[in-house]
T-cell receptor, first 114, second 115 residues
Framework: DARVTQTPRHKVTEMGQEVTMRCQPI?????VFWYRQTMMQGLELLAY????????DSGMPKDRFSAEMPDATLATLKIQPSEPRDSAVYFC????????????FGPGTRLLVL | AQSVTQLGSHVSVSEGALVLLRCNYS??????LFWYVQYPNQGLQLLLK??????LVKGINGFEAEFKKSETSFHLTKPSAHMSDAAEYFC?????????????FGKGTLLTVNP
């Protein structure tokens, strides 16, 4: 049963600290999306990658957020420095481009910045 | 440009009653349309999708949705609600094929099922 995995599942940190969230795509999926979910804004697309190259990161605050794919099995989202307003659930989703673009979501990382 | 409007942020039904969750979309290209479900503290799970084949799409857990181009709608229905259907439901749109990989989500509809 192929699934997207995300670590950590929960993270509590203090303002100003660096936060790193990780995502392992489903094997063979070449497109990775990062979303943020909050009560106020709903689901927001932060960035996405195709074949490890960034295609669009316009939804991401550039001054503190960064997203990378060091290899095909790992995507990372970093926040440095973190702020209380970054508290949210961050989802990774992956898909196989060239099909119907169905995105498969991971369980999310629930981040609380104090 | 694409957008999705889900009418009703909260829908409450009785167990055994019809479930109807509304979704209207806007898209400048022929759309692909999706319904996802999110259970508490979990990620989103695909219920069903429309990809320009049959306009009536059947999904998991007894749900189905009908694509109506003239009404720009993709409403989700289930004939008889179960307690286990209580969750949040999201409608989403993307462009069909080409290089449009992005999903645009609606704000979500929270479904409550009363015994």
């Amino acid at each position: 049963d192929a699934r997207v995995t995300q670590t950590p599942r929960h993270k509590v940190t203090e303002m100003g600290q660096e936060v790193t969230m990780r995502c392992q795509p489903i094997l063979g999926h070449n497109t990775v999306f990062w979303y943020r979910q909050t009560m106020m804004q709903g689901l927001e697309l932060l960035a996405y990658f195709r074949n490890r190259a960034p295609l669009d990161d316009s939804g991401m605050p550039k001054d503190r957020f960064s997203a990378e794919m060091p290899d095909a099995t790992l995507a990372t989202l970093k926040i440095q420095p973190s702020e209380p307003r970054d508290s949210a659930v961050y989802f990774c989703a992956t898909s196989m481009a060239g099909g119907t673009e169905t995105q498969y979501f991971g369980p999310g990382t629930r981040l609380l910045v104090l | 440009a694409q957008s999705v409007t889900q009418l009703g942020s909260h829908v409450s039904v009785s167990e055994g009653a019809l479930v109807l969750l509304r979704c209207n979309y806007s898209s400048s290209v022929p759309p692909y349309l999706f319904w996802y479900v999110q259970y508490p503290n979990q990620g989103l799970q695909l219920l069903l999708k429309y990809t320009s084949a049959a306009t009536l799409v059947k999904g998991i857990n007894g749900f189905e949705a009908e694509f109506k181009k003239s009404e720009t709608s993709f409403h989700l229905t289930k004939p008889s609600a179960h307690m286990s259907d209580a969750a949040e439901y999201f409608c989403a749109v993307s462009g069909s094929g080409g290089s449009n990989y992005k999903l645009t989500f609606g704000k979500g509809t929270l479904l409550t099922v009363n015994p």
